[in-house]
């Protein structure tokens, strides 16, 4: 991916100005610092960067300038990178299964704060990880509410992770608890279920933990229709771990990633076809910044402009829309309304789509040479 050294007041500017045959990645710098004030002001503890989804030099350096000082991290290249771009910061390498090289390299560079969630992975960081080291446990409950189950692959069963933290203060760690209420997670109460869990473990293991990693599943803003409302969720987090644990409340931690990045990016693509007035091909897909629409669901905050900047307004009927490749796969989900006066050569420009978007794109059949350009607003 090439970054434009022009910063521009838009994506229209850019677009009208540039004519770009390729789609480009739009950030916008300001959006992401104030998004993540956001959580800064209004979660009750430690705000975390969950690297993985965007971890561009640009994202996390202007994370770490808003105020944000931990990160979650699932692998050396990830750790490498804060160590870079944001030295001494806090880390925490909550992937769950790590090799025992990687845990190591990632006792030399620092990090203190390591999750598990099996007796073979917690036998490993005995043998490897300093007494004094933070183990947070993870475990899961059924999936509610959420676009997909992070359950299916991480997570012990709540009898389990009651063992695990157990013998994680026995060996001599700071013992903590973490889960992840799945991605895109609209319904507040996945929460509440999760932090009234964790309050029934911590007591059946005789363990006072030290902190209550509450996870990502934060949502971004999706559908026109559907509003994130993120303080709501931060407010019922605050109130339920108070009744949960009481005196014994433990400090909190979120590790957002969808949530704090996804508003900052804005993605162009052009319409390479509209085959007889049905079928709309794109110049990216599911192989490019688009991979997780068949995933979690389309995203409609879509905006149509004409190569000279005109904002299409016709009226919006659906389409079915393909991306560039061969590929038949290459489609997304559904249907998306789209203005019918919409003509070959149109910009779509999908917003909302910093995570997941440049970690994910491939060169399938020559496509995905992405352009990300600087702008100081995205609309």
């Not at 300038?65 to 931990?70: T, V």
């Not at 790590?98 to 203190?112: F, N, Y």
Request: hydrophobic share 40%; with cysteine; glycine share 10%.
């Amino acid at each position: 991916m090439g970054l434009s050294k022009t910063i521009f007041s838009n994506p229209t500017e850019f677009l009208t100005r540039e004519q770009p045959d390729d789609p480009v990645l739009f950030f916008a710098p300001m959006v992401l610092q104030a998004t993540a004030k956001r959580f800064l002001t209004g979660f009750p503890g430690l705000v975390t960067y969950a690297v993985k989804s965007n971890p561009d030099e640009m994202v996390v350096a202007n994370l770490a300038a808003a105020g944000i000082r931990g990160y979650d991290v699932a692998s050396i290249f990830e750790i490498d990178l804060i160590r870079r771009i944001a030295p001494g910061a806090a880390m925490h390498y909550n992937n769950p299964v790590r090799s025992r090289s990687e845990i190591a390299r990632a006792v030399e560079l620092g990090v203190t704060s390591f999750s598990v969630d099996s007796h073979s992975e917690l036998t490993k960081l005995h043998e490897i990880v300093p007494a004094g080291a933070e183990i947070a446990v993870r475990f899961k409950l059924p999936v509610n509410g959420a676009a997909y189950n992070f359950g299916a692959k991480f997570g012990a069963t709540a009898e389990k992770a009651t063992e695990l933290l157990k013998a994680a203060q026995d060996m001599g760690f700071v013992a903590s608890l973490t889960f992840h209420p799945g991605t895109q997670c609209t319904d507040p109460m996945a929460w509440d279920a999760y932090i009234r869990t964790a309050a029934r473990i911590a007591d059946d293991a005789g363990v006072r933990i030290s902190r209550l990693n509450v996870g990502g599943g934060f949502p971004s803003h999706r559908l026109n229709d559907v509003a994130p409302e993120l303080e709501t969720i931060f407010a019922l987090i605050d109130r339920v771990a108070g009744e949960a644990f009481g005196e014994e409340r433990p400090d909190l931690v979120c590790e957002p990633g969808r949530g704090l990045v996804a508003e900052s990016y804005s993605l162009s693509t052009q319409v390479r076809a509209i085959r007889d007035d049905e079928h709309v091909f794109l110049n990216d897909g599911v192989y490019g910044g688009l991979a997780e629409l068949p995933l979690i669901g389309i995203i409609d905050r879509v905006e149509v402009r004409s190569p000279e900047g005109e904002h299409r307004t016709g009226e919006g009927t659906g389409r079915i829309v393909f991306g560039p490749t061969c590929d038949s796969v290459d489609r997304l989900p559904g249907e998306l309304v789209l203005p019918g006066d919409m003509i070959e050569g149109d910009h779509v420009i999908f917003h909302g789509l910093g995570a997941y978007s440049t970690a994910t794109v491939t060169r399938f059949n020559g496509f995905g040479n992405f352009q990300i350009v600087t702008v100081m607003a995205l609309h």
